[in-house]
């Protein structure tokens, strides 16, 4: 059955770098396009990036950009999520997910995704 199966959630100073990762099972990851959403307590699931199937386009949220970057492996079926500088704000369960249609800025919203990691917690210190 195929599956996503994240790592590299856990806490960091503010400041700090953390690296996520995405490993896929049970399927060909280059036939999909990857992002990464966020959901901190009592808020609603936000994207943060994303990224097509051939890794040509990439895509990051206001938020995020000059300290994340999104990329993929597909020799090992994984996808990353590199954050830098994090700050307090950037704490939340981070979800991995994957879809096997790469329609640019769809990849935007949730709704486009049909594969869900089990989500990763990212703390952020001070």
């Known amino acids: 059955q195929v599956q996503l199966v994240q790592s590299g959630g856990g806490l960091v100073q503010a400041g700090g770098s953390l690296r996520l990762s995405c490993a896929a099972s049970g399927r060909t990851f280059s036939d999909y396009a990857m992002g990464w959403f966020r959901q901190a307590p009592g808020k609603e699931r936000e994207f943060v990036a994303a990224?097509?199937?051939?890794?040509?386009?990439?895509f990051l949220a206001d938020s995020v950009q000059g300290r994340f970057t999104i990329s993929r492996d597909n020799a090992k079926n994984t996808g990353y999520l590199q954050m830098d500088s994090l700050k307090p704000e950037d704490a939340a369960v981070y979800y991995c997910?994957?879809?096997?249609?790469?329609?640019?800025?769809?990849?935007?919203?949730?709704?486009?995704?049909?594969?869900w990691g089990q989500g990763t917690q990212v703390t952020v210190s001070s």
């Open positions: 990224m097509d199937r051939s890794g040509g386009t990439t």
């Open positions: 997910a994957a879809s096997p249609y790469s329609s640019g800025s769809a990849l935007r919203g949730r709704g486009y995704y049909t594969l």
